[in-house]
Every structure is written in C-alpha cells, then in structure tokens.
C-alpha cells in the first residue's frame, strides 16, 4: 500500500453579494414580518455583535446570485491566487445548508457555474459543519493520491429564508403580527456569502500543510438545535418530516422556516467545550503551539459563554490569538470559516511555522469540528 501524501492548502478565495448592510438598514432590507418592527431584532444584534452583513436577495426581492454562483466564484478566486484554473481541478467538494434546488446536489450545481470540464464532485448537506466535511473529502482524496488538485467551497443565500412572506400567515406569526422568537433571532444573525480553498499535494508560497481534520458528531445524544423541515414541537418525531403532510401545510404550520432553540443552544456549547478538552488531554491540539485561534461563533456572546467556560482550564488560548469577521460580515454559516481564513491570510499575519486552528462548531445537532493547518 502507497504511503499517503500530504495536502497543502494552495488558494483560498471568499464572495460576498452587494454592499454591506448596516444594522440601521437590515430590517428594511428583508422586509417587516406584518408590517411590524420586530420584537426580538434589536436584542439579537446586541447579542450577536454583527454591524454589517451582505445579502444576495435585494429588498425588492430581485436577486443577485444564486447560492452555487457564489461558491463558483469563491472558489474561482482560490484557483486564481493558488495560479490556477478550474480545467486543473480533479475533484470538487461543497458544502451548504440548502443549496439552490432540492435536487440535485450542490456540488452539480457549482461545478456547473465554475466549470473547467468532467471532475469528481461531492455534495455535503449539514449546517456550519458542512464546510469541514467538504474539506476533509478534498483533502483525503489528495492524502490517498485519487487527484492532486482539488477544491472544497461552503456557500450560504440564507436571505432567501427571511422575507416576510416566509413567515406571514403561517403558526411562526401570532394574531398581532409577532413572529416566534425561534424564527425571528436568525432573521437577524444569518447572512449570505461563499468562501473556497484550493488543496494540492505539493506547497506553494505561503501555502497552508493540513496536519488534521477531526469531525465528531453527538447527535445521538441530543435533538435538533438549530433545523428546518419540522415544527417546533414535531422536530423530535422522525417521522414528522415536512413532505409529509405536503408542502403547503407544512409551511403553514410553521415547518419550513429555519428555526433555533435557544435553551438546547445552551447545553451544545457545553457539550463543544468538552469535545475540545478531550482533544486537549489527548495531546491532538496542544494550545501552546496554537498561534492563530479561528472559532466559529455565531454571537459575540456565545465567545463569551465558550471563553468563560476554558478560561481556567488549559485548554485556553489566549483571546489575542482569536481571529474574527464576525463583525464585518456577518455569520454565514458554512462559508464562515473559510471567510475567516481567506481574511487572515490576506492580512499578512501568518508567518511559517506557525499553526492555526480552526473550530467549527455546529448547533444543528450537536457537531463540531477541528482543523489545524500549519503555514510552510
């Protein structure tokens, strides 16, 4: 059997739609849910510490890009700084929350709008996690010697989610027009965007070695947090799915939106917290060694709940190390990493030798995920 190769980060590229939309602007961008201010939206940007966002659907309801075309091009501009064209992938990954159609998968459709002739594709279908199981796929393929060039994307057109007409005359929206908190916090945390990295098996300057993937998954032991396709009360019933009933009365019931449980939220941070200790006392991620630190989060407030929880442990790595765009653009689920990655890299900040970790949590049914990348 060949000894498996290493794989290199080569490019990395990010896209997002439009102008950035302040906080003063985003509920009349996506429009009042029964012509009425939100309730809830002024708490969640407090809470979440967004000041500006991008949005692929405009207020009128025109569009701008697809969710596939966005990734297209985030992986377009990965392939350009790696110095290469989409003809030179052997292998495309993509991950997302929803793509643009029910079927076929988002990868069909992404290669579709990058092109570059016949490749391999893989489709990967989850929340924020999606983005290091697209990565891990494109990687391993380099690692076993199937392809030397590969690329894995992660894109969100959550907008599309948050027009008023999602939610009017559905179980989400009481008598006087208020929409369920469960729908109405996401309305003001998610955005749109793509982000993409190029995998090859031989460096390049400033090139990224990645010395591990780990995706661990505790859905057996809680129920969905964050999810879409049931309602708030039939989430728990695997046979309540949203086809079910068809779906007109699905989205009458309220089965459609995406929809968070906060309380649940509560106990998945914690339980993230101890996937990464474990990790720790493992001797798999040593924090020392750790210089650029690239958590997903998706509110300044849940930093602070993670920060609370590690900063008397020696799992801790300093807040100084911590690097974030959740400020400037937004949490975009899936592409947030890779966002985050392109901007540091952009920055100049790495130098090699050094290591980056990056932390994926996911809380559509208790995920998380570890990267570590070492700059050569």
């Not at 969710?67 to 110095?83: F, K």
């Not at 992938?89 to 079927?103: E, I």
Request: aromatic share 8%.
């Amino acid at each position: 059997m060949s000894e498996l190769r290493d794989g290199y980060i080569t490019g990395t590229g990010a896209f997002l739609p439009g102008a950035p939309v302040g906080n003063d602007q985003m509920e009349e961008h996506l429009g009042r849910v029964a012509g009425r201010d939100s309730l809830f939206g002024k708490k969640a940007l407090r809470w979440n510490g967004v000041e500006s966002r991008h949005y692929a659907m405009a207020p009128d309801g025109s569009v701008s890009h697809s969710n596939a075309q966005m990734c297209a091009l985030a992986v377009g501009a990965a392939l350009e700084r790696a110095g290469l064209a989409p003809r030179d992938l052997g292998m495309l990954a993509a991950a997302t929350t929803q793509g643009d159609l029910l079927a076929p998968g988002h990868a069909a459709q992404v290669h579709a709008e990058l092109g570059g002739g016949p490749m391999e594709i893989a489709s990967f279908q989850s929340v924020c996690g999606s983005s290091l199981m697209a990565a891990k796929a494109a990687w391993l393929n380099v690692r076993a010697g199937e392809h030397d060039v590969t690329a894995a994307c992660a894109g969100e057109f959550s907008s599309r989610w948050f027009r008023p007409s999602f939610y009017e005359g559905t179980a989400l929206v009481d008598a006087k027009g208020r929409i369920r908190a469960e729908a109405d916090f996401l309305r003001f945390t998610l955005s749109d965007g793509a982000g993409g990295v190029v995998i090859e098996a031989k460096p390049r300057p400033g090139a990224l070695k990645i010395n591990f993937i780990d995706i661990v998954s505790l859905a057996d032991r809680y129920d969905p947090c964050m999810w879409a396709g049931a309602t708030v009360d039939d989430r728990t019933d695997p046979l309540a799915f949203w086809a079910k009933a068809g779906p007109r009365a699905a989205h009458e019931a309220g089965a459609i939106a995406l929809l968070q449980d906060f309380e649940l939220l509560k106990r998945v941070i914690r339980a993230w917290v101890g996937v990464y200790l474990e990790k720790v006392d493992q001797g798999r991620i040593v924090p020392a060694e750790v210089d650029h630190c690239l958590v997903h989060y998706s509110a300044k407030s849940l930093r602070a709940e993670i920060v609370s929880l590690l900063e008397d442990t020696a799992g801790m790595i300093p807040q100084e190390k911590w690097f974030s765009v959740l400020r400037e653009v937004g949490n975009v689920g899936s592409a947030s990493i890779w966002l985050m990655l392109d901007r540091l890299m952009q920055s100049g900040q790495v130098k090699p030798g050094e290591k980056i970790l990056c932390v994926v949590p996911e809380s559509g049914r208790a995920l998380v995920g570890f990267m570590m990348l070492e700059a050569v």
